[in-house]
């Protein structure tokens, strides 16, 4: 069985800056040297360095439409895995010990489909297994 994760890279203030100004010395290097030496080939070096620059800014210092700091800005990934390999913090959390409270296993199983760490077969298969235990 197949699961899939979001993952979703952040970059620090503390990055945004960094990459700003690294970027920044780019962008001058390409208006006094490589433009001036190279000519195309300058002006597409230039372009690129100051849209580097502007994307570490705009991570370091940008703003959401409601005022607060872009924190989510980032690339998302998604990750796919055998659900037998790896990741066992995001796995499901066992049922409660208690395999007489049927209700209460049925209520948390719902919460775990709910919350989407169990997929839609998994719910059905071990509700299936509950209801049978009884």
Not at 125 to 134: G, M, S, V
């Amino acid at each position: 069985m197949k699961r899939h994760y979001r993952v979703t890279r952040r970059p620090s203030k503390a990055g945004g800056i960094f990459g700003t100004l690294f970027c920044g010395v780019f962008v001058l290097i390409g208006l006094f040297v490589v433009i001036p030496a190279f000519g195309l080939f300058g002006v597409l070096w230039t372009a690129l360095a100051l849209g580097m620059t502007v994307y570490n800014a705009y991570a370091a210092f940008g703003k959401n439409k409601d005022g607060s700091y872009n924190e989510y800005m980032g690339t998302e990934i998604d990750i796919e895995h055998d659900s037998g390999f790896g990741f066992a913090a995001a796995q499901p959390q066992a049922m409660p010990a208690s395999s007489g409270d049927a209700q209460a296993r049925l209520q948390q199983l719902e919460r775990l489909r709910e919350s989407g760490l169990i997929t839609e077969a998994e719910y059905e298969d071990k509700r299936a297994e509950i209801i049978r235990a009884l």
